[in-house]
């Protein structure tokens, strides 16, 4: 009996220990961002609170020097392109798929598996020379063009998903003298309502977070996206860590938002994404 | 009247397909031939013409030491996921029985997972800083004095191979969770009934039911750790010694503009990274790979 108390004890000591370990880093710089510059040079430690908790300042000067709206905005419009075009292109991939029999399906499916295996770092060398030819560099269709063209992951659940919906039902339709374009638009692409929210939730989060691309692709300030915007605090704000710290905040901020209005599909979504 | 019908069926299907692989052959296929092309050649990334040079960037990168050292700063990383791993299936275990906050724990241990990796960076640039989060704390305890955490080669990969487990973690974690809690529970109650403890639990119920998941961990690790780039990047910018083999690549192609070499490097990789799926396939049979 005691043997399972001390375990039981040690399992929570365990748990709140891990949970120290994910919060304490998170936590010093939210307390970091609400100190004032002065307050920083006192070199009065990292663990202590800042005087005014309600100091907002170094926020404002993350949003309009660090141009975190501008940042946003790119970000948002990335996001709602290229998650509307995973979408599109996933589920009529899925449908061509599984629901015909043509000449050179076991090909194009094999295309599609193959590029599964190849890890999209590797390849950058050259796609950046293709994506420079067609003009797309330095402008924010080269991470939409690549975020949308290069998901097989998300294919892979539009397929999973569209074998579950019955061929019955396609038939009937086409019985009534529906067309295949009014079947994919009317009966699939309506069922596959939850293998579209795991897209729009996992292609979402990765898009949001996306340094490499963006980083590589759009140069021009202008075109900042959160990542890219954020990393140039490295340079004007170098020791200014109270206002590096209210960026990093902004950008964690909405995240942490999403992740607990969304939690249990954020699981389910990840889960599989992951293991598909 | 039955033939055009006919023709016009074996065409719908490219129409939806027609996207998709214009798409995935910009993006996948054509860079992958580009890139073995370039390898053969001492190109720039500018000049119109190619100048073919046989396997010579592939023997300058064998054969200068500095090129592929990079390759030991993935052993950091390759160390950090088998922690990263053994502490997931720690929690998950833990986890999957009945515990106060499950929930709780469960978010707290995943969200790291979803946080911006330049934001990691930045919290851990303040955390490994002179006077930053770790001294501090450390100070609490006793140990007093300043640290160069980043400042030492092997210093700054451990930190950095830490950072990695610290945002990582959470991903291996619920695939863990995910894997036990998918085992019917009537196992556990005929094991208890049986008289087996925790471990006994462990060993034959949990750890078989998810063998597939921990090799899709492993793999993923593996070319996770060979294809290291945000976090060195962003932190260190490849300084004092924590340059990783994609640091590298993006360097030679982008500021050097050694394209030619850069696609060598790129294919190398490209190439071991395959090598470790398919040992991995064969080792680990997935008999849910049943999409045709």
Do not use: C
């Amino acid at each position: 009996m005691t043997r399972r108390t001390v375990a039981r004890a040690l399992v929570y000591l365990s748990l709140v220990l891990a949970t120290l370990v994910v919060f304490l880093p998170l936590a010093v710089v939210f307390l970091t961002s609400l100190k004032t510059s002065g307050e920083m040079a006192d070199d009065s430690g990292a663990l202590t609170l800042p005087d005014d908790p309600l100091n907002f300042s170094n926020y404002v000067t993350a949003f309009q020097d660090g141009r975190m709206l501008s940042a946003f905005g790119n970000t948002a419009i990335i996001l709602v392109f290229a998650i509307g075009g995973t979408i599109l292109i996933g589920s009529m991939t899925a449908y061509a798929i599984d629901r015909f029999r043509f000449r050179f399906r076991k090909l194009v499916l094999a295309l599609f598996l193959v590029a599964a295996l190849v890890p999209g770092v590797t390849t950058q060398v050259a796609t950046f020379q293709i994506v420079n030819s067609v003009g797309m560099f330095d402008s924010l269709w080269a991470p939409i063009a690549l975020y949308m063209g290069t998901d097989i992951v998300s294919i892979y659940i539009f397929l999973q998903f569209v074998r579950s919906i019955p061929v019955s039902l396609d038939e009937s339709a086409r019985l009534d003298g529906a067309n295949a374009f009014t079947v994919y638009r009317k009966i699939i692409f309506p069922l596959l309502k939850p293998a579209i929210a795991t897209v729009v939730i996992v292609k979402g989060i990765n898009v949001y977070n996306d340094f490499y691309i963006p980083f590589l692709y759009m140069p021009s300030e202008d075109l900042g996206v959160i990542s890219t915007s954020l990393f140039r605090f490295k340079g004007p704000f170098g020791a200014h860590w109270e206002t590096i710290s209210a960026g990093a905040i902004l950008v964690i901020a909405p995240t942490l938002v999403v992740f607990l209005l969304l939690q249990r599909f954020i699981y389910n979504g990840f889960t599989r994404g992951a293991t598909k | 009247m039955a033939h055009p019908t006919r023709r016009w069926r074996g065409v719908t299907p490219w129409l939806f397909l027609l996207a998709p692989l214009v798409l995935l052959i910009t993006f996948t296929y054509a860079p992958i031939v580009n890139m073995v092309a370039y390898s053969f050649t001492d190109w720039d990334g500018v000049s119109p013409g190619l100048h073919y040079t046989g396997a010579e960037n592939y023997a300058e990168l064998f054969t200068r030491s500095e090129l592929f050292e990079v390759f030991f700063v993935s052993g950091y990383y390759l160390a950090a996921s088998v922690v990263q791993i053994a502490a997931a299936l720690y929690f998950a275990t833990v986890l999957s029985f009945n515990v106060r906050f499950r929930n709780f724990f469960k978010g707290v241990l995943f969200f790291p997972y979803l946080i911006n990796g330049v934001a990691i960076g930045f919290v851990f640039l303040y955390f490994f800083q002179d006077g930053g989060t770790l001294d501090a704390i450390l100070g609490l305890v006793g140990y007093d004095g300043d640290r160069a955490w980043l400042g030492t080669p092997i210093s700054a990969n451990v930190s950095l191979a830490g950072v990695s487990v610290w945002r990582y973690m959470g991903l291996n974690f619920v695939l863990f969770l995910g894997a036990i809690q998918s085992i019917p529970g009537e196992l556990y109650e005929a094991a208890e009934i049986d008289g087996a403890n925790r471990w006994q639990q462990f060993r034959h119920i949990i750890a078989p039911g998810i063998r597939p998941v921990l090799s899709l961990s492993v793999i993923l690790s593996v070319s996770g750790s060979l294809s290291v780039f945000e976090i060195p990047y962003i932190m260190t910018g490849g300084a004092t010694g924590t340059e990783t083999f994609v640091i590298q690549t993006v360097k030679l192609a982008f500021q050097f503009n050694k394209t030619g070499l850069a696609s060598a490097a790129a294919v190398v990789l490209l190439l071991i990274i395959l090598a470790v799926t398919w040992v991995q396939r064969r080792l680990v049979p997935d008999d849910k790979v049943d999409l045709v």
